[in-house]
């Protein structure tokens, strides 16, 4: 038996619930992703890596935060960029990214707001290009998080270029 979230739309269809919520006596799921970066846990490792992270932003270099399941990672570089000034940084978040290296520059280029071009060569060109009208006409810093990323290929095949287009 699985118990449904109610809704406040009356059309909308109830969304299962999973069965522990219904065992447990819960009346909402209490662990979500939406738990505001100010009210984490804050530990060493966990303020390091806002730090480092946030000097990554700062410096428009390309860091990499590495660590087992469950470390900490995501919520480390959702606490980051949750002290971003959205007028001076556009955020583009890739999640668990599935795709080659040109799948990265459609989302890069999708995420500015265009319509990407079909050819690999022309998509990239695209992105370094509307990566650079955003800092310079714009004059907001891109970054960009692939989260999960678990593919080698992104590091050999010309992301960095991109990122320094910045």
């Known amino acids: 038996m699985t118990a449904t979230i109610p809704s406040s739309d009356p059309a909308a269809t109830p969304t299962p619930r999973p069965p522990w919520v219904a065992h447990f006596g819960f009346a909402k799921t209490p662990f979500t992703k939406r738990i505001a970066a100010r009210d984490l846990l804050a530990r060493t490792a966990h303020t390091e890596a806002i730090a480092r992270i946030g000097f990554c932003i700062a410096e428009a270099a390309l860091g990499v935060v590495c660590g087992e399941v469950g470390a900490g990672k995501t919520v480390a570089v959702r606490a980051a960029v949750a002290t971003l000034d959205p007028t001076r940084y556009h955020l583009i978040y890739v999640p668990n ?3 080659g290296t040109r799948g990265l520059y459609v989302a890069i280029v999708s995420a500015l707001g265009a319509s990407p ?4 060569a022309e998509v990239m ?3 370094a290009d509307l990566l650079a ?3 310079h006409e714009r004059h907001r810093r891109v970054v960009l998080v692939v989260d999960l990323c678990r593919h080698r290929d992104y590091a050999d095949s010309g992301v960095a270029v991109v990122w ?3």
């Open 117 to 120: 071009r079909f050819h690999k």
């Open 97 to 99: 990214p599935a795709f």
């Open 133 to 135: 009208a955003e800092e």
């Open 164 to 166: 320094r287009a910045a």
């Open 125 to 127: 060109r695209q992105a």
